[in-house]
């Protein structure tokens, strides 16, 4: 009989939360129990199967020495490697570090800052080693989810779509709350993948998937400022749970130059 693929799961600085949603897709996973063997999954299981692995998903940024380290061994471990949520593919809300000086906050958060062990940033796993696929989220979407494990396996490119939260909006036929109210939306430039959760609320998306596909940043903050939104909170609209996604990031810093 041929032998299942082996599927790992692993933790850097995060919340969990995306560790969590591979959890919560039980159904799913018994469904592909009999197709993969879970060899390393730490928050469901005990058991360790040593690797080389087929597929790893990654959740969490880096931010420790140590933590550069294990990636690099994770990935010469991994035939493919998936990152998964926001800590994994822009650094997480930690990522906000990036835009302060680290040693300040070490002194005024810790009695004892000597103690600590910190990169000066945190960054996402594809800065550090090759990544075969992002999926966005915070947290990640289920279905997505499943159907980038079936592509590793069956060897297909995933069909996680990259287009924006906007397109989702008008297919549902939801009312666009930056044109009907002036609400600052950041739906035209945020990746697809939580079904129009905030808009279907009549309130503004703040950008938990991280950017679509090219996104027109520049164009969107511009929209912002004209809809009366003072630069500041345009610099914080794009430095959330993504600040160090490229664009997003880059976008920030703009508009922190205008301000
Ligand atoms: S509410 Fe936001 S996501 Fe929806 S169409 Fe308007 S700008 Fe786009
Ligand atoms: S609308 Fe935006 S902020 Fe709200 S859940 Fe979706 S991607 Fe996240």
């Known amino acids: 009989m041929a032998r299942k693929p082996k599927l790992a799961v692993w933790k850097f600085a995060s919340c969990d939360g995306c560790q969590l949603s591979v959890l919560s897709c039980e159904d799913e996973l018994l469904t592909l129990a009999n197709q993969i063997e879970i060899a ?7 058991t360790v199967i040593k ?3 087929d597929l790893s ?3 969490g940024s880096i931010t420790t020495e140590h933590d550069a380290e294990r990636i690099q061994k994770i990935r ?3 035939r493919s490697l998936v990152t998964l949520g926001a800590c994994a593919t822009a650094g997480g809300i930690q990522a906000l570090r990036n835009f302060a000086d680290i040693k300040e906050f070490l002194s005024i958060v810790y009695a004892k800052p000597g103690y600590i062990s910190t ?3 945190s960054t996402a796993i594809a800065a550090h080693v090759k ?3 992002e999926l966005r989220g915070c947290p990640i979407n289920k279905s997505q989810l499943i159907d980038v494990i079936k592509a590793f396996i069956h060897g297909r490119a995933p069909t996680v779509p990259p287009h924006s939260v906007c397109l989702d909006c008008k297919r549902k036929g939801v009312v666009c709350v930056m044109v009907a109210r002036g609400v600052a939306c950041m739906g035209p430039v945020t990746h697809t993948g939580c079904g129009v959760l905030c808009p279907s609320y009549a309130r503004g998306c703040y950008g938990c998937f991280g950017p679509k596909e090219n ?12 809809l009366g939104t003072v630069r500041d909170d345009v610099v914080r609209t794009f430095r959330n749970f993504n600040s160090d996604a490229p664009a997003f990031r880059v976008e920030s810093e703009r508009q922190q130059k205008l301000s």
């Open 119 to 121: 990169l000066e940033k």
């Open 215 to 226: 996104p027109n940043t520049a164009s969107l903050a511009d929209w912002f400022i004209r």
């Open 51 to 53: 690797g080389p692995y």
């Open 76 to 78: 010469n471990a991994s």
């Open 40 to 46: 390393y999954f730490r928050e469901a299981s005990s």
């Open 131 to 133: 990544v075969d696929f």
């Open 57 to 59: 998903l990654v959740e």
